[in-house]
């Protein structure tokens, strides 16, 4: 696989690296690819989201892409759980946790809750949420807001705020992950788990209120940035000069624009790998790799050197002036 190094005489800012760029989306449309996705829970397909989520039961090792991606239109017959984000939680160090409801192919609700200090069980909680898609979960009183839910009739990853019989229970999410549920409203459409919200902007009623079915519900997590890395110059293979920065990594095959990552910071991943960040041709990297803090101040720039790497050697050169440039103009 080819490489394009571009190389200056400046040091790199170094961002957190938690998993494969490939893992991240821009979930709110902000430009920014800063939500990882951790689990993606699909309905009526007969095996209980919960398991899933806590302990991965039957959840494939492999997935069409559409399982673990924000494609929300095609149906994904399996619940898909990202490993090595939940298992690792603790050792990350997660800023915030989004949860997006799917239906109709679209982002339908979204609630975003505080990840820090929380563990994958504990951060769906009163305490924790910060918004929503509803305006009153801050303010209303419930009985229910936690991932376990109401264990024993098995309403998860459950926020209520009665009960009085089932004619009466209001609320705003619930998992149905059980085939025999115990009240009518939870019996409408079938094939268990079943996701239910409140359509509007407040709590709604489930047996009368406007309450619709979703086909999804996914776990993103944003983590706050690690602190940079040693400030140290790499020695590009026949330079004789250990002083180079690096600026920007192309590689080969990974599915997106190497020019436009260049160009323009929210083209290029927020989260990269080690490797993609260093002259370390052997490990996996797949993605580019853009310093803006060097492109985007662009400035005192004596030299610039473009490597082009293959078979993991530099195998050819180009060295350019850099006084009086731009970073488009070099």
Known sequence: MATWVLALGLLPIVLASHGPSSEYFDVLGTGRREWRLAFRGSAG?????????????????????????????????????????????????????????????????????????????????????????????????????????????YRRFFINKNYGGCDNDAGWLVVVDTP???????????????????????????????????????????????????EVPFNIPGTGQADWRLAFRATAHVGASAYHAYLNAHSAPTLTQRACRTLDFQSPCASHYRNSAILDNWSNIKEVLVAVVDGGQVVKKIIFSGQKTDFLTW
Do not use: M
């Open 180 to 230: 025999l549920p115990p009240c009518p409203w939870e019996r409408k459409l079938g094939a268990f788990p079943q996701f239910l919200y409140a359509a509007g902007h407040t709590v709604e009623n489930y047996s009368k209120g406007k309450v619709k079915s979703a086909d999804a519900i996914l776990i993103f997590l944003r983590y706050n940035p690690t602190p940079p890395e040693p």
């Open 45 to 153: 397909v007969g095996t209980s989201v919960f398991q899933a989520y806590v302990h991965g039961t039957n959840c494939p090792r492999s997935l069409p892409v559409y399982c673990t991606s924000l494609n929300y239109h095609p149906q994904c017959y399996n619940h898909y759980r990202n490993s090595e984000a939940l298992d690792n939680w603790g050792k990350a160090n997660v800023r915030e946790v989004l949860l997006a409801v799917v239906a109709g192919g679209k982002l339908a609700k979204v609630i975003r809750f505080n990840g820090q200090g929380t563990n994958y069980l504990n951060w769906f909680s009163q305490e924790k949420y910060l918004d929503s898609s509803w305006g009153d979960i801050g303010s209303v009183h419930k009985n229910f807001f936690s991932i376990e839910g109401d264990a024993h009739i």
